[in-house]
């Protein structure tokens, strides 16, 4: 939950103030023209997230709201902005004027902090490293598994053609490349053969989108692809849509997906909404909150963890994380920086 250090006594006494002499921006109360107290006008708050978190957040957003009125006697409003994770931070930094983040990878996060929009300690207001759920790359594949793939080493027959976002802007891209790279090391492999093994993975995939969800509607929409590297989440999502059509298959080891979460300092207290914005995401990890990112299949962390859905278990999943390539600054610059692993691979022209 939020730490203790947050806690932001000057700034209460300030909205405490404005509430007293009638203010109406931001989080203030309002003095009807009679002087009675007038309905207090919504907070409004928005949340700038990744291409996947569309329908997680909508639900959230209802429930907070809900909460927060009755807790707090102000009702709030959340928008949502959705795109691919590293256009989203983009946008923020050149001036998307968002409260609070929730973005599909660290770095996109940590590039928002190093603009100056938010403080340094970022990471470590909310447990888990300011990470409420995670996930895990998973396989999506036509009905009936045509071309029977059970592994990441089936990936790169020469009869399979893939379909997964463009790493170098979708969060859900990058942790695709890296889900394939650690996957070919835990089998015994070095590193020049994940090189070679996520170089003909990416000779098999014909289209990169930017972000996860153009993505999905590749794959699902255009049926274009044999199998398409997602999010556990994405995939429930695009199975459910497609009305049988696909099918989701668990690799037996993958990467652990960690998105993390952060108020935006400079904005929030511009606005006077920090309050509503740092209880907007505690939410995430109350007992509710929880039980609504279960709903939509991200796994929120905890023994205590709850299921999808009455009677469901989440799938076992042999996972890695990020730090077996030594975390996500040697990651960026290893991978996905320019000239890294991925530009002198990946040649549009040899995609088939």
Known sequence: MLRAHV??????????AAVLVGCTNGEAGKTAAGGGQAAAPA???LNVSYD???????????????HYEQEHGRPVEVKQSHAASGSQARAVIDGLDADVVTLAVWPDVEAVAKSGLLRPDWQARYDNQSVPYHSVVVLVVRKGNPKKIQ??????????????PNPKTSGNGKYSFLAAWGAALATGGSEEDA??????????TPVLDTGARAATATFSQKGIGDVH???ENEAHLEVDE????????????SIRVDPPVAVVDQNVDRRATRHAAEAY???LYTPEGRAIIAKHHYRPWGNDSPSPAAGEEWPKVETFDIEFVGGWNTAMKKFFGEGGVFDAIYNPGTAG
Do not use: C, M
């Open 229 to 231: 590297l997602t999010f």
């Open 242 to 253: 497609a009305k049988g059509e696909l099918e989701i298959i668990y690799p037996p080891r």
């Open 43 to 45: 907070i409004a708050l």
């Open 281 to 283: 995401l505690g939410f």
């Open 52 to 66: 996947p978190t569309r329908e997680l957040y909508r639900d959230i957003n209802a429930a907070f709201a809900r």
């Open 7 to 16: 806690q932001q006594s000057a700034l209460l006494v300030v909205l405490s």
């Open 151 to 164: 592994d990441w080493a089936d990936l790169v027959r020469d009869d399979v053609s893939i379909i997964t």
């Open 195 to 204: 090189r070679k093994f996520v170089t003909e993975l990416y000779h098999r």
